[in-house]
């Protein structure tokens, strides 16, 4: 049978939008407490980015099904995703304050790094996950332009402490990869995995 709808198991209100763009009928399904989502964001020893993001992402979907499974909620697929920016082996994620920001964007000037998201899907018995990896060139951003940056709140809630969709975006040279993976949920690929649930996209 083909679903009418799926559950979102995301807080970011940008996921939310993405998906809209699909014209996919979501309902939010809120896993989590704010406390236990740090706990599971943890990085552990030596953990590669690619590691990190999707076994994070893995474990916001068990999180979401547990929550479906307690509240006895109606049958449907749901997508989860994590979004980590990794500069060679460093792993960036959500500032903690402002000055953690800055010092974030400072490491990102004038460098290439890498925006990875993982996405996963439950229906079912069935999971299945993908991985989307884009790679972002900074210009050079001086710590004026840094800290004015920061000042706007922006990069309050974003992994490496930017938004392309927003004024980060005249920091950014060049891009390879999925704009909207950027962003936190890549369309081409979450597409994939919803076709993949039944639906015809
Ligand atoms: C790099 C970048 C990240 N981001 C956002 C996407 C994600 O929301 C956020 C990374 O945090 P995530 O932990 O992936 O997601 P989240 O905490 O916002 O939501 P949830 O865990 O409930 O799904 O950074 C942008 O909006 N624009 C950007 O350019």
């Known amino acids: 049978m083909t679903p009418e709808f799926i559950y979102l198991a995301s807080q970011s209100p ?3 939008q993405l ?4 014209g996919v009928k979501h309902e939010l399904l809120l896993a989590l407490p704010d406390e236990d989502v740090e706990a599971l964001e943890a990085v552990l020893p ?3 980015p690619t590691a990190y993001v999707q076994r994070v992402t893995s474990l916001k ?3 979401a099904m547990a929550r479906w499974e307690q509240r006895s909620l ?5 997508l989860c995703a994590d979004t980590t920016v990794a500069l060679g082996r460093t792993i960036l994620g959500k500032p903690e304050d402002a000055a953690n920001a800055e010092r974030m ?4 000037s004038g460098h290439t790094h890498r925006v990875m998201t993982a996405i996963a899907l439950q229906h079912g018995a069935e ?5 989307n990896v884009s790679h972002v060139r900074f210009a050079p951003i001086d710590a004026d ?5 920061v000042a706007t709140g922006e990069p309050l809630g974003k992994a490496g402490a930017y938004a392309i969709q927003g004024r980060a975006a005249a920091f950014i040279e060049h891009i390879s990869g999925s704009h909207s993976g950027i962003m936190g949920l890549p369309m081409f690929e979450t597409a994939r995995l919803l076709r993949q649930a039944g639906f015809r996209l």
């Open 14 to 16: 940008r996921r939310a």
């Open 19 to 22: 998906l809209g763009q699909l």
């Open 46 to 48: 030596g953990e590669s």
């Open 61 to 63: 979907l068990d999180a």
């Open 74 to 78: 109606p049958r449907a697929p749901i």
């Open 105 to 108: 964007l400072a490491m990102l």
């Open 127 to 131: 999971r299945w996950a993908l991985l």
């Open 145 to 149: 332009r840094i800290a004015a940056y």
